[in-house]
């Protein structure tokens, strides 16, 4: 799976999010969040590899619903879902276990 490079302006819903089939990453933060730009690598080297795997990375801010309805409150924040369903959350991550482990829970739940 290749991740995406930049944080995409807004344009799935959350209805849309919720009908996603099979294993999803949603990526809330913002391209000049310094812990963004920081985790970056550590996303990369746990789900750069991942097959299955769907990747949205979403630019979150004031204003932007999907985030507000996720409750993301940190950037960046992924959030595993599994057929739309939320079965993991990591939140600034600074090791590849955590999303590694989100990653497994993902592809198994359901």
């Not at 991740?3 to 913002?30: H, I, K, N, S």
């Not at 812990?35 to 990375?57: D, E, M, S, W």
């Amino acid at each position: 799976m290749s991740l995406l490079p930049d944080y995409q302006e807004e344009t799935l819903t959350r209805a849309e999010a919720d009908a996603l089939d099979g294993a999803t990453v949603l990526e809330f933060g913002a391209s000049w969040c310094g812990y963004c730009i920081g985790a970056q690598p550590v996303i990369h080297a746990a789900l750069g590899n991942a097959t299955g795997l769907r990747h949205l990375k979403i630019a979150d801010g004031p204003g932007r619903p999907l985030g507000r309805s996720y409750r993301v409150k940190l950037w960046p924040t992924l959030i595993f879902l599994r057929d739309g369903q939320e079965v993991a959350r990591v939140v600034r991550p600074t090791a590849s276990a955590p999303l590694t482990e989100a990653l497994e829970v993902s592809k198994q739940a359901g």
